[in-house]
């Protein structure tokens, strides 16, 4: 397995919305390229992970810059340091942000953000590659922004309302909450944070809100949008094997693939170079099929 240790520039970037987020940049002296690789992690992840860390160095991709987005939901709570911040002791007004506090319609504006810096570098060809709950991102991105090449997404989120049944397994349970929840965001505690009893183990009330609101299909609509290159991989470990085959068939786009990773979980762990030859892959041939047209 070769070294993970890869050098990058970090850079700090501006959103539409003006708030501050950070891009990784790999080569780290890269001046110009023909193809960006953006790479977007899931909720609770971050730039410096997967996808990031262990595939940009094994994706044999001449030309290419790959830039990971430090998407707000990163991590699941980190101290706001980039926002003025008074007496925190007496008044509790320290700002935060990531996972517990997503706000899920910023996310386009992550990945803009990092596109608009591979645009800079000359990147004629856009490809995404999202894990997990960047892969939501990433369909809502090109959905949105026709000048995707191209989309690989490792074990897709594909609704934020997978875990409410999980979280609020008894019957009323799930209503009642919301119900508290409202309450909470008219008394203005909207970014107070709702414990559950599974993974991501607590959410801001504001989120669980939004989450709880979002459209059915929103994932699959928004890659029927797009209309560009989908690949879906997903490993056999997981459980949603079956619902992601199902999708992925269900597409209204015409060049779509799967692939299912014997063995593999939803992290990639010891599957990377797997990985990399998919991606790599599916990205030459839709760059050659484009050039010969």
Not at 170 to 199: D, F
Request: overall charge negative.
């Amino acid at each position: 397995m070769p070294s993970t240790g890869i050098e990058v520039k970090i850079l700090d970037a501006r959103t539409a919305d003006q708030e501050r987020i950070e891009l990784a940049v790999y080569p780290s002296r890269v001046e110009s390229a023909d193809l960006g690789v953006i790479h977007i992690h899931g909720k609770g992840g971050n730039f410096y992970g997967l996808p990031f860390r262990p595939l940009a160095p094994r994706l044999q991709l001449p030309g290419a810059v790959h830039v990971a987005v430090n998407m707000r939901c990163h991590d699941l709570g980190y101290t706001r340091t980039d926002v003025p911040s008074a007496d925190s002791v007496v008044q509790s007004d320290v700002a935060v942000g990531g996972g517990w506090w997503e706000d899920l319609d910023v996310g386009v504006d992550d990945i803009a953000a990092a596109v608009d810096h591979a645009r800079s570098l000359g990147c004629r060809d856009i490809f995404l590659l999202g894990h997990s709950a960047g892969g939501f991102y990433a369909a809502a991105y090109a959905a949105r922004n026709q000048q995707v090449n191209g989309i690989a997404m490792l074990s897709p989120l594909t609704s934020n309302k997978t875990n409410l049944g999980m979280w609020f397994p008894e019957p009323g349970q799930l209503e009642a909450t919301l119900n508290q929840a409202r309450t909470m965001v008219a008394e203005g505690r909207g970014h107070h944070i709702v414990p559950l009893g599974a993974w991501y183990y607590g959410v801001s009330a504001k989120t669980l809100l939004q989450r709880a609101a979002e459209e059915d299909g929103v994932w699959s609509a928004n890659l029927n949008a797009a209309r560009c290159p989908v690949l879906v991989m997903w490993g056999s470990a997981e459980s949603r094997g079956l619902m992601f085959r199902q999708l992925v068939e269900e597409l209204a786009v015409d060049d779509k693939q799967w692939a299912e990773l014997p063995g593999c979980e939803h992290n990639y762990i010891g599957y990377e170079d797997t990985v990399a030859e998919q991606v790599t892959r599916f990205i030459t041939e839709r760059r050659t099929a484009s050039s010969a047209t």
